[in-house]
């Protein structure tokens, strides 16, 4: 979400100067970016949790309020609100700019350091997906050609001369951006990087194409497919001829896509033009919802003006094996379809299904089994009071004290009627999974019976049921899990209701009851059936009602069965885990998906299997990411909070390290994925190495390195700024 520059410039805002900041001073583009890690402490505190490399903050209860400090911006998420760093003073103080600036100076905050206002030229930075430069793009107007290419000059830096981007890979711009953006959000596609980078300023997902207008070549649209698209149309002929080649290039690759075209734009008026000229980010968002409505009728119509509509098509020779993201949960529930849950009363059924969205939501696995982490929306349209005191009990069984992306809609809405209240559950699970900041994996849908509207469950009404459950599976590429009884004949194994259920489903579970309750997969499109879990019901105490009785509810404890023989042995000894040693793993593990690094060439090989183990992170990191979740930091050192969690933090890495779950070295961490390779090592022989941190006890006492610039701002300034890198082969300048 970086601005113009990567950075919020003062000198791009029309405030009035303060008393003691000149309105020169305010037009030398000040760098605000600077400060913004001191402007977060002073107004928003310690932040709940820091990833990235420690450049991205995260506060409030559930995380929804995101301040990048490497590039000088935030965004809150459950509002919707944006912007940098004097767009968040003005809205914690309540002031205008002029107060803006007059508190950054009452405070000290005063940045220096004023760019140069002879340097026009701006490089936009085109990187690939681990955040190396592939290529840059120069801007310099009003010179002329205003954009120049600049390749690798096989000396580390980049130069722009004839054939420098013979060979170069093509990527998207702010690659990284696309691909961390949920599934469910619109990608708005614009004429040029310095459009992309304002409508990500203000919390929008948004990219282009180097070579401007027309140059949106055939090898981007892979890095589109699945999403929802919307071309932005600058006001002229380029532009309107750019929309038409980005939709020819990514029909059949999207799911949806529209092209619009600003009203009330200038000649040659782009999308910042619009914002500038007063337009805002709901007014956006709202064209571009209409145009995707109008898009959606059009493309749904029988025919078009050149006659009938024309479907997608895959050609043999592309056609590729999907190796990866098969399974929300392996070998059981599908990443995308719709699994049927069913069973008598009592029988355990929505303690299963629970069970399992609740380990999905946290990222744990489930009976051995490998699950991919994803929002959990469940929809108690029967018995929620009874499922709220199941999920307290589970949390309280667990010691869970985080926020979890799982949330319950507890009440009965009819999913069978054609239209019915779909769109509404859509647009719920739309705005969960902004606040959420996640995509969502799951919708449980509990039960059919009490979302089944009007309509009559032994009739062909069960079709048009199922096929809603289909569409809310393929609009969010979720799974969906309806909970079902089972006929009051106790023969009888098949669900209740229509054929058409069984047969339009990808998975079906039946639950019976039992003193050891079964599951077993009765229908499995793409895997084995018959497989079972065997599964008790663990009492859990709540407290004390208002007549002095023991509230109880249950948690699931899956036993030894016959999914355990392929069950991964390192999964089991972690599902093991303390709460507080899972809460140690369960840190590490998110810091290494979100911010791990390559394997450093210098652990050596015995300490290291390469082959198993892809990233690391930096040791200091974990330990100042669990003293967050703690609810602590290195700045409270010397409180009784903070001497507690360090200690509980050391106890925890000498036991993961101990059951050869986790290891590390030369000052960094890694999870090993296996139990054996490690088991004859000399454990924890290397803390005090020459290299290392030290020992593990000492090392969150030293301070916090200085936070590094963002290796992925989308802009580098032109040598003579100051603030940036230097570009490569520039630096003697």
Same mark, same amino acid.
């Given at each position: 979400?970086?601005?113009?520059?990567?950075?919020?410039?003062?000198?791009?805002?029309?405030?009035?100067?303060?008393?003691?900041?000149?309105?020169?001073?305010?037009?030398?583009?000040?760098?605000?970016?600077?400060?913004?890690?001191?402007?977060?402490?002073?107004?928003?505190?310690?932040?709940?949790?820091?990833?990235?490399?420690?450049?991205?903050?995260?506060?409030?209860?559930?995380?929804?309020?995101?301040?990048?400090?490497?590039?000088?911006?935030?965004?809150?998420?459950?509002?919707?609100?944006?912007?940098?760093?004097?767009?968040?003073?003005?809205?914690?103080?309540?002031?205008?700019?002029?107060?803006?600036?007059?508190?950054?100076?009452?405070?000290?905050?005063?940045?220096?350091?004023?760019?140069?206002?002879?340097?026009?030229?701006?490089?936009?930075?085109?990187?690939?997906?681990?955040?190396?430069?592939?290529?840059?793009?120069?801007?310099?107007?009003?010179?002329?050609?205003?954009?120049?290419?600049?390749?690798?000059?096989?000396?580390?830096?980049?130069?722009?001369?004839?054939?420098?981007?013979?060979?170069?890979?093509?990527?998207?711009?702010?690659?990284?951006?696309?691909?961390?953006?949920?599934?469910?959000?619109?990608?708005?596609?614009?004429?040029?990087?310095?459009?992309?980078?304002?409508?990500?300023?203000?919390?929008?997902?948004?990219?282009?194409?180097?070579?401007?207008?027309?140059?949106?070549?055939?090898?981007?649209?892979?890095?589109?497919?699945?999403?929802?698209?919307?071309?932005?149309?600058?006001?002229?002929?380029?532009?309107?001829?750019?929309?038409?080649?980005?939709?020819?290039?990514?029909?059949?690759?999207?799911?949806?896509?529209?092209?619009?075209?600003?009203?009330?734009?200038?000649?040659?008026?782009?999308?910042?033009?619009?914002?500038?000229?007063?337009?805002?980010?709901?007014?956006?968002?709202?064209?571009?919802?209409?145009?995707?409505?109008?898009?959606?009728?059009?493309?749904?119509?029988?025919?078009?003006?050149?006659?009938?509509?024309?479907?997608?098509?895959?050609?043999?020779?592309?056609?590729?094996?999907?190796?990866?993201?098969?399974?929300?949960?392996?070998?059981?529930?599908?990443?995308?379809?719709?699994?049927?849950?069913?069973?008598?009363?009592?029988?355990?059924?929505?303690?299963?299904?629970?069970?399992?969205?609740?380990?999905?939501?946290?990222?744990?696995?489930?009976?051995?089994?490998?699950?991919?982490?994803?929002?959990?929306?469940?929809?108690?349209?029967?018995?929620?009071?009874?499922?709220?005191?199941?999920?307290?009990?589970?949390?309280?069984?667990?010691?869970?004290?985080?926020?979890?992306?799982?949330?319950?809609?507890?009440?009965?809405?009819?999913?069978?009627?054609?239209?019915?209240?779909?769109?509404?559950?859509?647009?719920?699970?739309?705005?969960?999974?902004?606040?959420?900041?996640?995509?969502?994996?799951?919708?449980?849908?509990?039960?059919?019976?009490?979302?089944?509207?009007?309509?009559?469950?032994?009739?062909?009404?069960?079709?048009?049921?199922?096929?809603?459950?289909?569409?809310?599976?393929?609009?969010?590429?979720?799974?969906?899990?309806?909970?079902?009884?089972?006929?009051?004949?106790?023969?009888?194994?098949?669900?209740?209701?229509?054929?058409?259920?069984?047969?339009?489903?990808?998975?079906?579970?039946?639950?019976?009851?039992?003193?050891?309750?079964?599951?077993?997969?009765?229908?499995?499109?793409?895997?084995?059936?018959?497989?079972?879990?065997?599964?008790?019901?663990?009492?859990?105490?709540?407290?004390?009602?208002?007549?002095?009785?023991?509230?109880?509810?249950?948690?699931?404890?899956?036993?030894?069965?016959?999914?355990?023989?392929?069950?991964?042995?390192?999964?089991?000894?972690?599902?093991?885990?303390?709460?507080?040693?899972?809460?140690?793993?369960?840190?590490?593990?998110?810091?290494?998906?979100?911010?791990?690094?390559?394997?450093?060439?210098?652990?050596?090989?015995?300490?290291?299997?390469?082959?198993? +183990?892809?990233?690391?992170?930096? @040791?200091?990191?974990?330990?100042?990411?669990?003293?967050?979740? !703690? $609810? =602590?930091? %290195? *700045? &409270?050192?010397?409180?009784?909070?903070?001497?507690?969690?360090?200690?509980?933090?050391?106890?925890?890495?000498?036991?993961?390290?101990?059951?050869?779950? +986790?290891?590390?070295?030369?000052? @960094?961490?890694?999870?090993?994925?296996?139990?054996?390779?490690? !088991? $004859? =090592?000399? %454990? *924890? &022989?290397?803390?005090?190495?020459?290299?290392?941190?030290?020992?593990?006890?000492?090392?969150?006492?030293?301070?916090?390195?200085?936070?590094?610039?963002?290796?992925?701002?989308?802009?580098?300034?032109?040598?003579?700024?100051?603030?940036?890198?230097?570009?490569? $082969?520039?630096?003697?300048?």
């Amino acid at each position: 979400m970086a601005g113009r520059a990567g950075r919020e410039i003062a000198g791009d805002t029309a405030c009035p100067a303060s008393r003691s900041m000149t309105a020169a001073q305010l037009n030398a583009d000040i760098d605000l970016a600077k400060v913004m890690a001191a402007v977060a402490r002073k107004l928003l505190g310690e932040p709940r949790q820091i990833t990235h490399g420690g450049l991205e903050w995260r506060y409030g209860a559930h995380g929804s309020m995101q301040v990048h400090i490497g590039e000088g911006w935030y965004r809150d998420h459950e509002c919707g609100e944006g912007g940098g760093t004097l767009a968040l003073i003005q809205r914690e103080r309540r002031c205008d700019q002029r107060g803006a600036f007059a508190w950054l100076e009452e405070q000290g905050l005063k940045p220096t350091g004023q760019r140069n206002q002879t340097a026009r030229a701006i490089f936009y930075d085109y990187r690939d997906e681990d955040g190396a430069i592939l290529f840059r793009v120069e801007r310099r107007k009003p010179a002329n050609p205003p954009f120049l290419p600049h390749g690798p000059d096989g000396r580390g830096g980049f130069h722009s001369r004839s054939g420098c981007m013979q060979g170069v890979r093509r990527v998207p711009y702010r690659l990284n951006d696309l691909i961390a953006a949920p599934k469910s959000s619109i990608i708005w596609i614009t004429e040029g990087e310095k459009d992309a980078d304002r409508l990500i300023a203000v919390g929008l997902v948004a990219t282009t194409n180097a070579g401007g207008a027309g140059n949106f070549g055939a090898e981007l649209a892979p890095y589109f497919e699945g999403r929802t698209v919307i071309a932005l149309a600058d006001n002229d002929a380029a532009g309107r001829k750019h929309v038409t080649v980005v939709r020819s290039r990514l029909s059949g690759v999207v799911r949806r896509f529209a092209d619009l075209e600003l009203p009330g734009l200038p000649v040659k008026g782009d999308v910042s033009d619009w914002l500038d000229a007063g337009g805002t980010v709901e007014e956006l968002r709202d064209l571009g919802e209409r145009a995707l409505g109008q898009a959606s009728e059009a493309e749904h119509a029988d025919t078009t003006d050149d006659g009938p509509a024309v479907l997608p098509l895959e050609w043999f020779d592309t056609v590729e094996a999907q190796l990866t993201a098969l399974w929300l949960v392996k070998n059981l529930f599908p990443q995308q379809g719709v699994v049927l849950i069913y069973g008598h009363s009592g029988s355990g059924k929505t303690f299963f299904v629970l069970d399992i969205a609740l380990h999905v939501a946290l990222g744990w696995a489930w009976a051995g089994r490998r699950v991919r982490q994803g929002l959990v929306i469940y929809l108690a349209a029967e018995g929620a009071s009874g499922l709220r005191n199941r999920v307290a009990a589970f949390r309280r069984h667990h010691k869970i004290t985080d926020h979890v992306p799982f949330a319950i809609i507890p009440t009965a809405i009819d999913l069978q009627a054609p239209n019915a209240d779909v769109l509404r559950l859509a647009a719920t699970i739309r705005s969960a999974c902004k606040i959420a900041g996640a995509d969502v994996a799951m919708i449980v849908i509990d039960t059919i019976a009490k979302t089944f509207g009007a309509g009559k469950e032994n009739t062909d009404d069960m079709a048009s049921y199922v096929s809603n459950a289909g569409w809310l599976s393929g609009e969010f590429q979720c799974c969906v899990i309806p909970v079902h009884h089972r006929p009051k004949d106790a023969e009888s194994k098949e669900p209740r209701g229509h054929s058409s259920l069984k047969a339009g489903v990808d998975t079906v579970i039946l639950i019976e009851d039992g003193q050891t309750k079964r599951a077993e997969v009765t229908k499995q499109k793409d895997g084995e059936i018959g497989k079972t879990v065997l599964f008790n019901l663990v009492p859990v105490e709540l407290g004390v009602d208002e007549d002095g009785g023991i509230v109880t509810s249950c948690v699931v404890e899956p036993t030894e069965t016959d999914l355990t023989p392929s069950m991964d042995p390192f999964l089991r000894e972690v599902g093991r885990l303390s709460a507080g040693n899972r809460l140690a793993y369960d840190v590490l593990a998110e810091l290494i998906e979100n911010d791990g690094i390559a394997v450093p060439s210098d652990i050596p090989d015995p300490e290291i299997n390469r082959n198993v +183990v892809g990233k690391v992170a930096a @040791f200091e990191s974990w330990g100042d990411n669990y003293l967050l979740r !703690a $609810g =602590t930091t %290195r *700045g &409270q050192r010397g409180d009784k909070e903070y001497e507690r969690a360090r200690k509980a933090f050391d106890r925890a890495r000498k036991t993961l390290d101990t059951k050869h779950i +986790v290891r590390t070295w030369g000052g @960094f961490s890694w999870i090993t994925h296996e139990l054996e390779r490690s !088991a $004859g =090592t000399n %454990r *924890g &022989q290397n803390w005090g190495r020459s290299g290392d941190m030290g020992t593990a006890g000492t090392a969150l006492y030293k301070e916090r390195p200085v936070v590094p610039a963002s290796p992925k701002s989308g802009v580098i300034l032109a040598s003579g700024d100051g603030v940036d890198d230097p570009v490569p $082969g520039w630096e003697g300048l």
